[in-house]
């Protein structure tokens, strides 16, 4: 075995033990400052031999490790990545491909277009539609917002790429008023400021009201409009009732871009897809890959149903680079970098891993543990305070004070990992089930743990 080889198998090796033993391991890490002052934080000299820069890095960070690719993390609708998909990055890595456009690596570039022809058919999306491969849902918002903003101030004839927002006409963008923080990041990035948001009242679930839409966008002025709506609420899972919300922003003349960070994963099964009914009728759409999709970090999907639009806002060229060529968009026009990580090897490799069938499971048994996890809990005396939708539970064990002491304590206690949220004034226990590995076991393990932890916090 030659040195690079031994190396690169001693990786590899280290990552498969460390995978092996999550389901056995503790989900939270060693508090920071435990092992924080071990490392050694002054930059040396002298160059290091790789395989021992390969121990210290294990030594040095291994106590930091949180569990969240393993079975019992519920803190986040992040998942764990696939083992497929996870080796995929690991040859991907060693490939060492940059994804900018297919003249730099032919690979990338088709395996993003193969990838983004299946995520399309599972999402049930216009198969024409344009897909940047971003870093995540934020990448895929701020991407797809500055795509819809193009569209309408070129529509009323103002050039934004070339001329700013400066003397612009006034873009509106009107959302939910449960909407992802991003969206308001985004809006701060792309000039609008977060202050231009109408919001739209939302219902009882989170989702929004598409009554109060329609009276939001007849009350103010015609004329350059996006509105931003959401498959999957961070706190409850609601969606958006998108056929109709679509229907009333087209019929004011709106872009209309879906955040569908995880929830638009429901449009993967039959059992959930009726929750996003109506999603191809937009115009974009966010949505992640590193979440419910159980791919490595980090990957979203920029969406588009008009790819030249898409490819208008964001290409540019320069003098020395060759393959970007207009006017067929290239993957370099999708996105807002330039060099970046062949991202399209691991989403092809988690869908040929799933096949159709298998990303349908995984929703639709993800949605069925979040169930079984509420079950559990209010069996338990717990109370379960959003109705189950998709993979999001909200629970609470008394007051404010005391769900918070709960989620600690649990978070301490170590069986497994959740947060807390603020829902409608209330501070509650959150769960999102999105892993891969997670089965029933986890969750009835998990849902002891919470109850027996509950049952000592004052
Ligand atoms: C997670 C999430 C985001 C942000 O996604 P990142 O991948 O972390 O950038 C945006 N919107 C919604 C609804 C989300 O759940």
């Known amino acids: 075995m030659t040195e690079l080889s031994a190396l690169f ?82 040859v991907a890595v060693g490939w060492d491909q940059c994804a900018f456009n297919a003249v730099l690596s032919p690979a990338a570039a088709a395996a993003e277009q193969v990838a983004a ?29 500055a795509t819809a903003r193009h569209h309408v101030l070129a529509e009323a004839g103002w050039d934004v790429e070339r001329d700013g927002l400066g003397g612009a006409p006034v873009v509106r963008v009107v959302a939910g008023a449960e909407r992802h923080a991003t969206i308001d990041r985004a809006l701060r990035l792309l000039g609008f400021g977060s202050a231009v948001l109408e919001p739209v009242a939302a ?42 919300a ?43 890959g590193h979440k419910w999709l159980n791919v490595p970090y980090d990957v979203g999907f920029a ?6 639009v898409h490819a208008d806002a964001l290409h540019y060229t320069a003098a ?16 807002p970098e330039s060099s970046r990580r062949a991202r399209g090897f691991t989403v092809w490799a988690a869908l040929r891993e799933l096949g159709r069938q298998g990303v349908a499971d995984l929703v639709e048994r993800s949605c069925t543990l979040a169930r079984r996890f509420a079950d559990g809990l209010a069996a338990g005396g717990a109370e379960v305070v959003n109705e189950v939708v998709l993979n999001q539970v909200l ?41 891969w590995s997670t089965t029933e076991a986890d969750v009835d393990r998990s849902v002891e743990a919470v109850l027996r932890v509950a049952g000592r916090t004052g």
């Open 117 to 145: 022809s299946w995520l399309l058919r599972v999402l049930g999306l216009p198969p024409g539609c344009s897909v940047g491969f971003v870093t995540g849902a934020q990448g895929a918002n701020t991407t797809c917002l």
């Open 303 to 308: 969406i588009c149903s008009r790819p030249q």
């Open 9 to 90: 198998h001693r990786a590899a090796e280290i990552a498969a033990q460390h995978r092996e033993g999550l389901p056995q391991a503790p989900v939270h890490a060693a508090e920071p400052m435990t092992w924080l002052h071990r490392l050694d934080r002054t930059m040396r000299d002298d160059p290091t031999p790789a395989d021992e820069v390969l121990s210290e890095l294990v030594d040095s960070f291994t106590p930091g490790l949180m569990a969240t690719a393993g079975p019992r993390f519920f803190g986040f609708v992040i998942g764990g990545a696939l083992p497929a998909a996870t080796a995929a990055d690991l």
């Open 203 to 244: 219902k009882a679930d989170g989702a929004i009201d598409v009554g109060r839409l329609d009276a939001v966008l007849a009350s103010g002025r015609a004329g350059p409009t996006i509105v931003c709506v959401q498959a999957g609420n961070v706190n409850t899972g609601a969606c958006d009732d998108l056929l109709s």
């Open 395 to 435: 629970a609470s064990f008394g007051d404010d004070e005391r769900n918070d002491a709960v989620v600690e304590a649990v978070q301490r206690e170590g069986t497994c990992w959740l947060g807390g949220t603020t829902w409608r004034g209330r501070r509650l226990m959150r769960i999102s089930v999105s892993g």
């Open 246 to 288: 679509c229907e009333v922003a087209h019929h004011h003349g709106a872009w209309v871009h879906v955040d569908g960070a995880f929830g638009l994963w429901a449009a993967a099964s039959p059992a959930t897809a009726s929750l996003v009914a109506g999603l191809d009728l937009a115009d974009s759409w966010s949505v992640d």
């Open 320 to 335: 020395y680079l060759t393959g970007q060529e207009r006017p067929q968009p290239v993957l370099g026009d999708l996105v």
